[in-house]
Each structure stands twice: as C-alpha cells, then as structure tokens.
C-alpha cells in the first residue's frame, strides 16, 4: 500500500521538468504495484544495527560510485563493488576493533541535483545530466531529454543488483552490505513506500539520505523521509543554522531514538572549524539524539586547471582531521564516514594538487570525483586514527 501522494511537488526540489505528464502518471502507478526491492524486516535488521552505531559499539563505512551507471549492474559488477565495499570494512574493523556496518552507494543512486538545470555544450543548450534514472550522460539534446521511463528501468536494474547482493550477503560470515541511495527523485520514491501493519517502510533502499541541497524543513523530502521506519540520514553543510539543525532532528526523529537518525556533515574543509562546531552545541545542549558522520567529499569540489571537477585529498584529509577533533571536544565520537570511491584501477579523480595532470581516461565518474582504492584507504585509515 503506498504513502498518499503530497502537494504535487510543489516544495520538492530538483525534481526533473518531465516532458509528459500521463507518462510520469503511469510509471508511478507501475511503481506502487512493483516488487518491494527491501523488505520490512531487512529494515528492522537494519534499525538494530544503527542502534550499536549509535552506542559506540560499532562503525559504519558507507562508500559507492557519486551516480551509478545502468550500464554498470551487472553481477559481475555489482559483485566487485561488494568486495571493494568489504575490503573498505575489513580496513577500519582492522583498525578499530569494532564491528563494522556496511553500506554502499548502491541499487538505487541513480540520481543527482545539480546546480544548473541546463548547460551548453558546443554551442547547443541542453538539460544538465541528472543521473541515469532522469536522461543519459552523453552531451546531446535527446539524450538529455528527461525520460520518466527511465525510472522503471532503474527499478528493474535495482531489483537485479539487489538480488545479487542478498546472495552476496548469504555467503559471507557475518557481514552484510546495506543498500543506501539519496531519496532524490518523489517520482520513485513516493510510490515505493509500503504500509506493514502500522508502520510505513520506504522499500527501494535500505538507507535513504536527503542532501544537503533538498533538507528543506518544509519541503517533501524531509516530510517523506519523517513518515518512514527506515533509519535515515541528512547531510548538513555550509549555512545551516544550529536552530535549523535542531529543528531538522526533531522532524526527522521525533522520538528521539538511538540509530534513527544520522547527520552527514558536509561543510568542506576550509568552512567545517567555523560552522560545525555551533551545530553540534546547539544539538547536544538540546539533548538530542544524533548519530555522527563524516563526507569529506561533497564540500571540497574544486575546478581543477585541466577544466574537469577535482576533490584535493589535502583538503579531504584536513576536513576528516576536523570533524574528529571538534567532536573530541565535545565528548562524543565519529560513527562514521560516508565516501564517493570505486575500486576500479586506473582512476585518478580526486588529485593532490589543483594543477595535477590526470590521464585522459583516468577521470570517468559520471558526475562528480570519487577516491581511487588508494586513497581509500588513506582516508580511513586517517579517519579511524582520529577518532
């Protein structure tokens, strides 16, 4: 049974201009009668182990592709991530001696806001590439026209590499992978939640995120994601107020429950000594209840001189460095750490200097830059040193 539909998306951000409206009619009403990709009780499962997250009993590593390609779901595929995302775990249960909670970028991230909704390329205007649920990378003005049919493949894909992580799931000792994708996109989002007795589970990932450009408090993101029972999570970056803060925990956990609820803090690493610092008293003082995490990614995005994006591992590392400290000073500890990163080789997106040469195929996100397997584990390995 579906949530009711809000306000036609009048408070939803980056929400795509569909083309065709009776075409986005029926691909939710296809949606709201498709297989659930997560279960009910896989939530629950999930919901006790943000519960030792949040008690300091375990870690969590959340790390995936920045947009996961259509292309890039097959077993195959899906099964090398699986191993990436697991070495990363192994490395900081390594290190801490904790269990580790891992989560992946995965089965669902196939979607992005973006700055601009149109850019020119070779003189032709055109929609900005939104992730492959919305249009297609390629810099043409038909594949960039907004396809609400794509949203039904992304869901048949999901489906596939969902699948292929259960069984994953099922030989491994221990340890699982979650699925976890930013709830961007109201058009896939909404007709996916499912009612089990009285409570309402958002059945296309486990581990739904708002982004920092979407955390509006009066906006359908935030509302959607108050209305389900999966743990979520909210980035927070530059600008947020430590009142708007508080009131975004109380929307999002109004229970104040242990592992409901994690703040990503995403403030780059020349603005995280002067901003996060305030959120944080403001949130403790009010006796919140929040669980800490780290993405020292999406705040240190540079336009390197080679004319594509660039994340400066200096700038990385020092952002990883300052949100330890500052949460040692107020007694609390960082749970865990959310990263853009692909263990393919060869990839050189993120560089040490702004004026780095990358080789011509190095760079190949679709979007933003991620870490390399290297830096990976240069960044946790500082992370877990840290805390």
């Given at each position: 049974?579906?949530?009711?539909?809000?306000?036609?998306?009048?408070?939803?951000?980056?929400?795509?201009?569909?083309?065709?409206?009776?075409?986005?009619?029926?691909?939710?009403?296809?949606?709201?009668?498709?297989h659930?990709?997560?279960?009910?009780?896989?939530?629950?499962?999930?919901?006790?182990?943000?519960?030792?997250?949040?008690?300091?009993?375990?870690?969590?590593?959340?790390?995936?592709?920045?947009?996961?390609?259509f292309?890039?779901?097959?077993?195959?595929?899906?099964?090398?991530?699986?191993?990436?995302?697991?070495?990363?775990a192994?490395?900081?249960?390594?290190a801490?001696g904790?269990a580790?909670?891992?989560?992946?970028?995965?089965a669902g991230?196939?979607?992005?806001?973006?700055?601009n909704?149109?850019?020119?390329?070779?003189?032709?205007?055109?929609?900005?590439?939104?992730?492959?649920?919305?249009?297609?990378?390629?810099?043409?003005?038909?594949?960039?026209?907004?396809?609400?049919?794509?949203?039904?493949?992304?869901?048949?894909?999901?489906?596939?590499?969902?699948?292929?992580?259960?069984?994953?799931?099922?030989?491994?000792?221990?340890?699982?992978?979650?699925?976890?994708?930013e709830?961007l996109?109201?058009?896939?989002?909404?007709?996916?939640?499912?009612?089990?007795?009285?409570?309402?589970?958002?059945?296309?990932?486990?581990?739904?995120?708002?982004?920092?450009?979407?955390?509006?408090?009066?906006?359908?993101?935030?509302?959607?994601?108050?209305?389900?029972?999966?743990?979520?999570?909210?980035?927070?970056?530059?600008?947020v107020?430590?009142?708007?803060?508080?009131?975004l925990?109380?929307?999002?956990?109004?229970g104040?429950?242990?592992?409901?609820?994690?703040?990503?803090?995403?403030?780059?690493?020349?603005?995280?000594?002067?901003?996060?610092?305030?959120?944080?008293?403001?949130?403790?003082?009010?006796?919140?209840?929040?669980?800490?995490?780290?993405?020292?990614l999406?705040?240190?995005?540079?336009?390197?001189?080679?004319?594509?994006?660039?994340?400066l591992?200096?700038?990385?590392?020092?952002?990883?460095?300052?949100?330890?400290?500052?949460?040692?000073?107020?007694?609390?500890?960082?749970?865990?750490?959310?990263?853009?990163?692909t263990?393919?080789?060869?990839?050189?997106?993120?560089?040490?200097?702004?004026?780095?040469?990358?080789?011509?195929d190095?760079y190949?996100?679709?979007?933003?830059?991620?870490?390399?397997?290297?830096?990976?584990?240069?960044?946790?390995?500082?992370?877990?040193?840290?805390?």
């Amino acid at each position: 049974m579906p949530l009711a539909t809000p306000t036609r998306h009048s408070s939803a951000a980056h929400q795509p201009s569909w083309p065709k409206q009776h075409l986005v009619d029926e691909v939710r009403h296809r949606l709201e009668t498709a297989h659930s990709l997560v279960t009910a009780e896989e939530v629950e499962e999930l919901r006790v182990c943000m519960a030792t997250v949040a008690s300091g009993q375990a870690t969590v590593v959340q790390l995936g592709d920045c947009a996961e390609p259509f292309i890039e779901l097959s077993p195959e595929a899906i099964d090398r991530k699986l191993r990436f995302i697991n070495d990363a775990a192994d490395l900081v249960a390594g290190a801490t001696g904790q269990a580790v909670i891992a989560v992946g970028r995965i089965a669902g991230q196939f979607a992005k806001p973006r700055s601009n909704p149109t850019e020119t390329v070779a003189g032709q205007q055109m929609s900005t590439y939104m992730g492959d649920a919305v249009n297609g990378p390629r810099p043409t003005p038909e594949e960039r026209q907004p396809d609400p049919l794509r949203l039904l493949r992304g869901h048949r894909l999901a489906q596939r590499a969902t699948e292929t992580i259960r069984q994953y799931n099922s030989t491994t000792a221990g340890r699982k992978v979650w699925t976890s994708h930013e709830a961007l996109l109201m058009d896939y989002e909404h007709p996916q939640v499912r009612v089990e007795g009285t409570a309402r589970y958002l059945t296309s990932t486990h581990w739904p995120w708002i982004g920092n450009r979407t955390r509006h408090l009066d906006g359908a993101h935030i509302s959607l994601m108050a209305a389900i029972r999966n743990p979520v999570s909210c980035k927070i970056g530059p600008g947020v107020f430590p009142s708007e803060a508080k009131q975004l925990v109380r929307i999002l956990n109004p229970g104040n429950e242990m592992g409901r609820l994690s703040l990503i803090a995403r403030f780059g690493h020349s603005r995280i000594k002067n901003e996060f610092p305030a959120v944080v008293s403001a949130i403790c003082n009010a006796g919140l209840e929040v669980t800490w995490m780290v993405d020292p990614l999406h705040g240190n995005t540079r336009n390197a001189d080679d004319g594509a994006k660039a994340r400066l591992l200096p700038d990385v590392l020092g952002e990883v460095n300052d949100f330890n400290k500052i949460l040692r000073t107020f007694g609390l500890h960082s749970a865990g750490i959310h990263l853009e990163a692909t263990g393919d080789y060869g990839i050189e997106e993120c560089t040490t200097r702004i004026d780095s040469r990358r080789a011509p195929d190095s760079y190949r996100s679709l979007c933003d830059p991620r870490l390399n397997r290297t830096q990976t584990a240069e960044v946790l390995t500082a992370w877990t040193e840290g805390r």
